[in-house]
């Protein structure tokens, strides 16, 4: 069980495609399928046909706006998931992405939302994407060189930044990747 919350949190960490995806919420799912059915029905059953029209244009049109619609919902239920991953306000990004039109609201969303917020695993205290150590109690969340202090890779024998010897340093030992023997 702790594997698969490990692999989620790291999933969440670099960003994995798979991850953003599971983020989209069964019911905006079920929407985008019912606004694409919806579409189809409505373009192929309900608009008047007209002799010598074109069926290759209607199905077409059908699944080009179907597809839109579809799009749109999905992209509304990712954007409520995520608001709340990121402290935003729900309801205003909502507002936004529902009521503008042509999906402005959501790029705008996507250019001005703030990163992801985690916790501290040892005070529960909110820490953003780049800290190296919790600032209320100085719990290390991300291995750094003990010379500089810059980010290194859990696997690094020395630092990029300063050349500093990693295996030196007293880093907890949650944090090592290979075991100083």
Same mark, same amino acid.
């Given at each position: 069980?702790?594997?698969?919350?490990?692999?989620?949190?790291?999933?969440?960490?670099?960003?994995?495609?798979?991850?953003?995806?599971?983020? +989209?919420?069964?019911?905006?799912?079920?929407?985008?399928? +019912?606004?694409?059915?919806?579409?189809?029905?409505?373009?192929?059953?309900?608009?008047?046909?007209?002799?010598?029209?074109?069926?290759?244009?209607?199905?077409?049109?059908?699944?080009?706006?179907?597809?839109?619609?579809?799009?749109?919902?999905?992209?509304?239920?990712?954007?409520?998931?995520?608001?709340?991953?990121?402290?935003?306000?729900?309801?205003?990004?909502?507002?936004?992405?529902?009521?503008?039109?042509?999906?402005?609201?959501? +790029?705008?969303?996507?250019?001005?939302?703030?990163?992801?917020?985690?916790?501290?695993?040892?005070?529960?205290?909110?820490?953003?994407?780049?800290?190296?150590?919790?600032?209320?109690?100085?719990?290390?969340?991300?291995?750094?060189?003990?010379?500089?202090?810059?980010?290194?890779?859990?696997?690094?024998?020395?630092?990029?930044?300063?050349?500093?010897?990693?295996?030196?340093?007293?880093?907890?030992?949650?944090?090592?990747?290979?075991?100083?023997?």
């Amino acid at each position: 069980m702790a594997e698969v919350h490990e692999r989620r949190d790291r999933d969440r960490d670099t960003g994995n495609a798979e991850y953003d995806l599971s983020l +989209i919420p069964t019911w905006s799912i079920l929407l985008a399928a +019912i606004f694409f059915v919806g579409l189809q029905y409505l373009f192929h059953f309900k608009m008047p046909h007209r002799h010598g029209e074109l069926l290759a244009m209607r199905i077409a049109m059908g699944f080009f706006w179907g597809s839109a619609l579809a799009s749109y919902a999905l992209l509304a239920g990712y954007v409520s998931r995520d608001v709340k991953r990121r402290n935003m306000s729900a309801p205003l990004w909502m507002l936004m992405v529902i009521l503008m039109p042509a999906g402005i609201g959501a +790029i705008v969303y996507f250019l001005v939302r703030q990163p992801v917020v985690s916790r501290c695993p040892h005070c529960s205290t909110e820490l953003q994407a780049g800290f190296n150590f919790c600032p209320q109690c100085r719990f290390q969340t991300a291995p750094v060189c003990g010379q500089c202090y810059r980010s290194v890779q859990i696997t690094d024998i020395y630092c990029s930044n300063c050349g500093h010897d990693l295996a030196t340093d007293g880093a907890p030992r949650r944090l090592r990747a290979y075991h100083d023997e």
